[in-house]
């Protein structure tokens, strides 16, 4: 990596995720038996400023910590991180799910809310915002209908930050107004197969993304799973970035791991293209452990044996 270091802000939630294994998703009346894999803070942003810390890169930390027993895991988390505590909530907790996963990894998640609509223009006019650097936010946050502020906000960040979203399965519940109002030259889209057909139509992920990149002028990563990822810009040919070979445990935080580390490429001066192979490695890495607390150090990742 090189010596320039950008800062990143990462701006969302942190929730607790417990992971049960189940032979099939439940139906209506059944029962089953669940073993639980997995008990941990996760979270897209807490999820991606895991994997920039243990990178290296710089973090300004925009993630609430919540008043209750989770937030207590949170702020334990991000101390062990060297994240500074920014926001606090004073009465809510931080939110926390149930992940439910089959063993070919699908899975359904249970989401019970908490303290990560409490965006305001008063509690956003807290975190600072440099003139250079990255900017992220997931879907989780963004489709909030009480995220008008925070949407807002990003809407109106420094010219010289990079907005890097990843909507993710709330895709449906952004308004389409919002993502058309994005600055269409400092804005990265971070989208799995399920959101391009969403987004950009229904077809070949890779042609239907370089499609809508050169509509609107998006800069779109195609992630395309175990294939890797596709990097579509406006008006130039799609560029191909293969996956690494592992053996899968899960894939519980796999867009979070990758996004992670391709911000953490762009930090350190990285092409978009070395930075997105990057973010292929992470995710990875990732996958081959159980939840989402996989992402490597530097030195993990340097160690790591792919197949």
């Not at 008006?235 to 867009?255: H, L, W």
Request: include cysteine.
């Amino acid at each position: 990596m090189k010596d320039t270091l950008l800062p990143v802000v990462v701006v969302g939630s942190a929730t607790g995720d417990i992971v049960l294994r189940l032979p099939e998703l439940p139906h209506d009346g059944e029962y089953w038996e669940a073993e639980e894999i997995d008990r941990q803070v996760g979270g897209c942003a807490f999820n991606v400023a895991r994997a920039l810390s243990r990178l290296q890169a710089p973090i300004i930390n925009g993630i609430f910590v919540g008043n209750g027993t989770w937030g207590e895991c949170v702020a334990t988390e991000m101390e062990n991180l060297g994240l500074r505590v920014t926001l606090r909530h004073p009465t809510k907790d931080n939110s926390w799910c149930f992940a439910m996963m089959k063993p070919d990894g699908k899975r359904i998640y249970v989401s019970i809310p908490g303290c990560d609509d409490a965006w305001s223009t008063d509690v956003l006019a807290t975190i600072p915002c440099p003139e250079q650097g990255y900017l992220y936010s997931s879907g989780y946050e963004l489709a909030n209908s009480k995220a008008g502020d925070l949407r807002e906000w990003l809407l109106a960040s420094p010219t010289g930050l990079t907005l890097v979203l990843d909507f993710g399965p709330r895709l449906v519940d952004i308004d389409p107004e919002f993502i058309q109002a994005l600055p269409a030259d400092r804005t990265i889209l971070s989208l799995n197969k399920d959101e391009i057909a969403l987004l950009c139509g229904v077809g070949d992920s890779m042609t239907q993304a370089s499609l809508y990149a050169n509509e609107h002028g998006f800069t779109i990563i195609a992630r395309v799973g175990a294939e890797g990822a596709w990097i579509c810009q406006p008006n130039q040919k799609p560029e191909y970035v293969p996956a690494y070979k592992v053996k899968v445990e899960d894939r519980i935080g796999t867009g979070d791991a990758h996004c992670g580390g391709m911000l953490a490429g762009l930090s350190h001066g990285m092409s978009l293209r070395d930075a997105v192979d990057l973010g292929n490695r992470v995710a990875a890495v990732v996958v081959s452990r159980p939840g989402a607390n996989g992402a490597p150090t530097k030195d993990e990742l340097a160690n790591f044996i792919f197949d």
